[in-house]
């Protein structure tokens, strides 16, 4: 096991009445090996104790775990989400394997986790404390946990823990952000990136575009946006697009998608080649439209960059 393997970190972790494991903070992992003088509770002294509002305990926690292997408990699946959003990491860099099974279903409320249906027999007592229940989910919101440098989010609620945004990202309040996927470089998010999504330096994904995700439709390749890129609103993809693409606004291009060759000289009967559109999937500088006449979804070659960012706004 090669130490730049290894990511580790101090923090607390939450524990119900019944013994659930609910989460786990780490305000600052690192890479490397854990550090043999590492004091936990030092770290965290005066935070730790009992929430009997929630009826849950916050305990101290210090971990090690090797990226490349599975996932063994809910502070470690919590690490490796931690690393993804504190930027140790790159999507699909880690092993994520059998996550969800260690991740419980949480009422994620203005105070913190805490066991559905503690939240629903101790209701009283929470409305009387001012407490809410936000979600019930598997993950928590990514700013419960981390706030990530040079980013803006417009609404919070709709990036989970272990999204990777890089400086001068800017996601929209329509925008969504899963764990394990995010952005590359300074990109403009207004519609959906997907778990396993990566968008390169520089790239719009539109008002209420859609980028498929491995979690989607069961099928193996990942997606991935290039830079200079821009999914136009309502589009979506099922395959990856490389650097300076458009897609047209409306247009989803799934793997299978028949792709006339727009730009190919045509054939003695009038005709152009037709591809699937998996055959054209991260090629670089590619247009992809509907004809507006014959329906047909067309690809065109483009010269020059593509889209170009406001600048003031990614800053």
């Excluded at 990530?148 to 990202?169: C, F, H, K, N, W």
């Excluded at 925008?175 to 390169?200: D, K, W, Y």
């Excluded at 946006?225 to 099922?238: E, K, P, V």
Aim: charge should be negative; aromatic fraction near 4%; proline fraction near 5%.
């Amino acid at each position: 096991m090669s130490d730049a393997r290894l990511i580790w970190a101090t923090g607390l972790t939450t524990i119900a009445g019944d013994g659930t494991v609910l989460d786990a903070w780490y305000p600052q992992p690192a890479r490397g090996p854990r550090p043999v003088d590492v004091d936990a509770v030092a770290d965290v002294e005066g935070l730790t104790g009992a929430d009997e509002r929630r009826n849950v305990t916050v305990e101290p926690i210090s971990l090690e775990i090797d990226l490349d292997a599975a996932p063994t408990s809910t502070a470690d699946a919590y690490l490796r989400l931690h690393a993804l959003s504190h930027r140790l990491v790159t999507p699909n860099d880690l092993n994520l394997d059998g996550i969800f099974a260690h991740l419980p279903i949480v009422a994620w409320t203005t105070a913190g986790p805490m066991l559905p249906e503690d939240a629903a027999h101790l209701r009283p007592s929470l409305q009387r404390h001012g407490i809410q229940v936000q979600s019930l989910d598997k993950f928590p919101r990514l700013t419960d946990y981390v706030a990530p440098a040079g980013v803006r989010i417009a609404d919070v609620a709709r990036v989970r823990l272990g999204a990777y945004l890089s400086p001068g990202t800017t996601v929209m309040h329509e925008g969504f952000v899963n764990f394990n996927a995010g952005t590359l470089g300074a990109s403009m998010v207004e519609g959906r990136i997907s778990q396993g999504v990566v968008v390169g330096d520089g790239s719009d994904i539109g008002g209420g575009a859609s980028i498929m995700g491995t979690l989607s439709g069961g099928g193996a390749h990942r997606v991935s946006i290039g830079a200079r890129t821009l999914l136009g609103a309502n589009a979506g993809i099922g395959i990856s697009l490389g650097d300076d693409c458009v897609v047209e606004a409306g247009l989803y291009v799934t793997a299978g998608t028949k792709v006339t060759l727009a730009a190919e000289p045509a054939r003695h009967d009038g005709s152009r080649p037709v591809v699937k559109a998996a055959e054209l999937s991260g090629q670089n500088g590619l247009l992809f439209r509907r004809n507006s006449v014959t329906g047909a979804v067309e690809a065109v070659r483009r010269d020059g960059v593509g889209v170009t960012l406001n600048e003031a706004l990614h800053a």
